[in-house]
């Protein structure tokens, strides 16, 4: 018997460095205030904490000013982990060090090689298929590979567009539950989501599509009332978590973690 693709024991984080001012960012907004960054990435940690999971916090990486983004590094699956290519220059040498944390973990660690490149941001697992976003990240060499990498592990990948102009894939979309996905409408539109129920943002907040089911919570960037208050409507326990620091350098709440499930279920 598996666990529902919600249920997880473990995540990894990283706290933000000094350097994060430095982060990479599609426009400037103005640097992020790193005292608050420390308070919002706390309050993340304790929400997920707060659900029974193990949380693993790694110490920062000044000479990688958006290794807070842990996500992007490494995908996280029941039968093994994969360590990802990341398609910035600035950001390739973030694997290296998560690379010992995923091997302490996982008995089973494969690699993305290259030369194609994918980031996990673009990357959603859902139960009968991993959805990888294309994007300016993530190419489709990266996606080849990755198929490659996890066909024996009985997971199939399909390639699918991120909109123009948006960072990764998952910036646009989240896992609420096996068959359930927020999605901008922008997104959905593509068509990618066809077979899923799909619950929209509301208009004017797009930005609330980057949230993360973990076990019973929604945790999703503060200052979307309608999106939240859709979600409430629709059953999910919903935590707010102030993404204002995160948000100037194109981030949120899935980038924020790896989450995954090692005890193994019984039978
Ligand atoms: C970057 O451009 O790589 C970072 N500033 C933001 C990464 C966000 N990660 C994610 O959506 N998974």
Redesign the pocket.
């Known amino acids: 018997m598996s666990h529902p693709i919600h249920q997880f024991d473990h995540a990894i984080t990283r706290r933000p460095g000094k350097s994060v001012v430095s ?4 426009e400037d907004t103005g640097p992020p205030d790193h005292a608050r960054m420390l308070a919002d990435h706390a309050a993340y940690m304790a929400a997920l904490r707060q659900t029974g999971a193990r949380i693993i916090e790694l110490p920062p990486l000044e000479d990688y ?2 290794s807070v ?1 842990v ?2 590094v490494a995908l996280c699956l029941p039968q093994g982990a994969v360590l990802l290519r ?1 398609g ?1 220059a600035s ?1 390739a040498g973030e694997v290296a060090h998560m690379a010992p944390t995923i091997r302490q973990l996982f008995e089973n660690v494969r690699e993305i090689r290259g030369p194609g490149t994918i ?4 990357i959603l697992t859902m139960p009968g298929e991993i959805l990888v976003g294309l994007s300016d ?1 993530t190419s489709r060499e990266g996606i080849a590979e990755l198929a490659r990498l996890v066909g024996d592990w009985g997971h199939k990948v399909r390639a699918v567009e991120t909109p123009p102009g948006v ?2 894939f ?2 646009d979309c989240s896992l609420l539950d096996a068959d359930t996905i927020l999605s901008t409408p922008r997104l959905d539109a593509s068509g990618c989501f066809s077979g899923y129920n799909v619950i929209h943002t509301c208009e004017g907040e797009e930005a609330a599509a ?1 949230a993360i089911r973990f076990n019973d919570l929604v945790i999703m960037p503060a200052g979307f009332a309608k999106t939240a208050a859709r979600l409430r409507r629709a059953g999910y326990d919903v935590r707010e978590i102030g993404n204002s620091e ?1 948000a100037k ?4 709440m ?2 924020l973690s790896l989450r995954f499930r090692l005890e193994k279920p019984a039978g």
Do not use: I, V, Y
């Open positions: 982060g990479l960012r599609a000013p958006d983004f996500e992007d990341p910035t950001r980031e996990g941001g673009d990240r960072l990764h998952k910036t980057n995160c350098l194109d981030g949120g899935s980038c």
